[in-house]
């Protein structure tokens, strides 16, 4: 009963009579709606990548559980870092991650994103990925199978559902600290200024 | 061809790695020669890769060029050794046009400079402005621990050895006072 689609089960129903029912009907379906339909942005770093075409396809089937591919990062909701980053791959993670629309969220697959990994003495990989974007869930294994992924997503669900999660508004307000350590790494040309409104430079619209 | 690339560049012996690969040693002024005749008259017809290898202890980078003849049965490992500081060797691009990003790779890992290569920008890496990290001077760990932070370990993170020589010395009286238990019952049943 501790694994398997059982157990996947029991964490959906599991809190069907959870202590958030006392948000207001609005609050309650916006967030049942939210966790219900998520979008993941079709993009993969390092060697985790290779396990999400098995999580979404059919042998796994994530679209039961409401989780779907997403083209482009303006209509994704998650974005999946699956595994090591190379300097060179956090500036297009963070360009990315800085173009989707707000609530979004960020999964974090595997040790290297964790602590470093096997990367852990590479001049050319960050080690904690947590100091240059919010992480919401973190999924550790060296490749988390796509049961780990799957449940890594369910907790994400959970916490969306019932409203916990509010990273990407952490990422706005401490803007300044994560720039601050960006730059530390990838030079004063990380990528445009969070804030800006880019259709205001030059003149503007 | 042993012959003549001897008689003619009067280097060390060729040896003879495998059955289908050559390697020869020469000097620096020599090497494009010689790449040009395996290539005009031997049929080395390609440049398989560009090689560096950092002696560091001997002062030199060791570059190889690895040819290889149109039937792809036999390959030649030319190699040639240059100074550490201020390397630089000419660009073999206006003979072999794959040069041109093996010679980038040497020059973003190395430092390697190749005059005639009109593409020498980087390769991989982005807004590098350390020591070439290929470099053997280049102290990976040291710049890991200036440049990047680590987590610190879990709450209650624990001294591997020590626990384990713990839970060792625990399994061991657990053991023996099982075994004492044991022999006691069974003391106890014989005098039954």
Redesign the interface.
């Known amino acids: 009963m501790d694994e398997g689609f059982l157990k996947e089960q029991q964490v959906m129903e599991s809190d069907l009579n959870s202590e958030t029912s006392h948000k207001s009907s609005v609050d309650f379906l916006m967030d049942w709606f939210r966790r219900r339909s998520i979008f993941v942005l079709a993009y993969g770093t390092g060697c985790g990548a290779i396990e999400m075409p098995p999580t979404f396809t059919s042998r796994y089937d994530a679209e039961r559980l409401g989780i779907r591919g997403a083209a482009t990062p303006r209509q994704a909701d998650v974005i999946i870092v699956s595994g090591y980053c190379s300097?060179?791959t956090l500036?297009r993670i963070i360009r990315t991650y800085e173009q989707m629309a707000n609530p979004k969220y960020i999964l974090a697959l595997g040790s290297c994103t964790?602590?470093?990994g096997m990367y852990?003495?590479?001049?050319?990989t960050?080690?904690?990925l947590e100091?240059y974007l919010p992480v919401d869930m973190y999924v550790n294994g060296c490749m988390p199978r796509p049961e780990s992924i799957l449940e890594g997503f369910m907790a994400l669900q959970k916490e969306i559902g019932d409203g916990k999660i509010s990273s990407w508004q952490k990422y706005e307000d401490n803007y300044a600290f994560y720039r601050k350590n960006q730059e530390?790494?990838?030079?004063q040309?990380v990528a445009p200024a969070y804030d800006a409104d880019w259709y205001l430079y030059d003149g503007g619209l | 061809m042993f012959a003549t690339i001897k008689n003619r560049f009067a280097t060390t012996d060729i040896e003879v790695k495998r059955e289908d690969l050559y390697k020869v040693v020469v000097q620096r002024d020599a090497i494009f020669e010689l790449i040009f005749m395996l290539r005009e008259q031997y049929d080395y017809q390609t440049l398989n890769a560009i090689t560096c290898c950092d002696w560091i202890e001997e002062e030199h980078f060791a570059i190889t060029y690895i040819l290889t003849t149109s039937d792809r049965k036999q390959s030649f490992m030319v190699q040639t050794m240059i100074g550490r500081e201020d390397a630089q060797i000419d660009s073999l691009t206006h003979t072999f046009e794959q040069a041109e990003i093996m010679e980038r790779d040497l020059h973003e890992m190395y430092g390697i400079d190749f005059p005639g290569n009109q593409n020498l920008v980087e390769l991989?890496?982005?807004?590098w402005v350390h020591t070439p990290?290929l470099r053997r001077e280049?102290d990976?760990?040291e710049?890991?621990n200036n440049?990047?932070?680590?987590?610190e370990g879990r709450d209650g993170n624990m001294d591997v050895k020590k626990e384990m020589k713990r839970l060792r010395a625990l399994k061991k009286a657990q053991k023996a006072a099982a075994k004492k238990a044991k022999e006691e019952a069974s003391e106890v049943s014989d005098g039954n």
């Open positions: 300097y060179k500036r964790v602590n470093g852990w003495d590479s001049y050319n960050i080690k904690r100091d530390a790494v990838l030079g040309t | 991989s890496l982005e807004n990290p280049f990976t760990l710049f890991v440049n990047l932070s680590f987590r």
